[in-house]
């Protein structure tokens, strides 16, 4: 017995891109690079324990129906009916908060897939993106998986509907890049939603509606130009845009450079664009970083294909 509570499992889960300028809650992908990883071992006594967390100075709730990493794990362990079972969780922060790369939805994924192989899988990999659902709303309270469900099963997502979980992976056209610049300025989810506005005009729906179906054509038919001609927001971006210093600049550079796109990863302040070369991704992040860098404004950037791993046992 004292052997199996020194059985330990180790789960990455990748950062993602949320929204994907036009499908606002309803589309996101995995990126390669950073993450966050969980470590879930068993414990002698019924119940979840976060024994630590490591990476970062803010002081992050250690109750486990508070934790975006282990609220999706009660709920998990409810309905499989294993309330009994003892678990002790570490976290490995490794990505900024309020960073737009879905740092909270890394760590919700990562502990639901680490308890599950500690289980031996009693679930399949994609049932558990209600519970990773569950345990990103520990965040910022709201139901959205566009960040942790491409962090969970890798690619690019659409969500359906965001209350029954229901998701589609769509297929990504080869050559495909992308590329995300963090300047190190902090916007929080929650202050990023409180800015919306809960009323779109007929305008904009009919304008964004027809950028989202095209997106996705886009992506069957591997069209690049009508993926370019797709990616702009009507809705999001405009009023987020004033949080994010110099973004309208930024937005200008990068397409000079010859992205397809350059806009806001998820809540921001993080921006991305696709490419359809490595080569083009990188002059559009030097030419950002020296102009950030001119402005006093410290930078983080990646460049990376889609993800299409997701979360996976190290």
Do not use: W
Not at 83 to 100: A, N, Q, R
Not at 135 to 159: F, K, Q, R, T, Y
Not at 286 to 295: D, K, S
């Amino acid at each position: 017995m004292k052997e199996q509570y020194r059985q330990a499992v180790r789960v990455f889960a990748p950062a993602t891109v949320a929204n994907v300028a036009i499908g606002y809650d309803i589309l996101g992908f995995a990126i390669e690079g950073p993450g966050d990883e969980i470590v879930a071992r068993f414990r002698p006594d019924p119940g979840i324990v976060i024994r630590r967390i490591h990476g970062t100075k803010k002081s992050l709730p250690k109750d486990p129906y508070q934790n975006t990493a282990t609220r999706g794990i009660l709920a998990f362990l409810e309905d499989i009916d294993r309330m009994d079972v003892g678990i002790e969780i570490e976290i490995y922060k490794k990505m900024p908060f309020g960073s737009g790369m879905g740092s909270s939805a890394a760590s919700a994924a990562a502990g639901v897939m680490a308890v599950n192989e500690l289980l031996k899988r009693p679930l399949q990999k994609r049932a558990l993106a209600k519970y990773a659902v569950i345990g990103e709303a520990a965040a910022d309270g709201a139901i959205h998986g566009d960040n942790v469900i491409p962090s969970l099963v890798g690619g690019m997502v659409l969500i359906r509907d965001n209350a029954t979980c229901d998701f589609i992976k769509l297929p990504i056209p080869k050559g495909l890049y992308a590329f995300v610049i963090y300047p190190q300025i902090q916007i929080l989810t929650k202050d990023a939603r409180a800015v919306l506005s809960n009323q779109v005009s007929m305008t904009q729906l009919i304008s964004q509606t027809g950028n989202i179906a095209a997106f996705i054509a886009s992506l069957y038919t591997s069209d690049l130009d009508l993926m370019s001609r797709s990616l702009k927001d009507h809705v999001i971006e405009q009023q987020r845009a004033t949080l994010i210093p110099h973004f309208y600049e930024m937005q200008s550079i990068a397409l000079s450079k010859g992205a397809l796109n350059y806009t806001i990863s998820g809540a921001g302040p993080s921006m991305f664009g696709f490419t359809t070369n490595t080569f083009v991704a990188e002059e559009a992040v030097r030419a950002i970083e020296a102009f950030l860098y001119e402005h006093k404004i410290a930078s983080k950037s990646y460049i990376s294909p889609i993800n299409v791993k997701g979360s996976y046992k190290m």
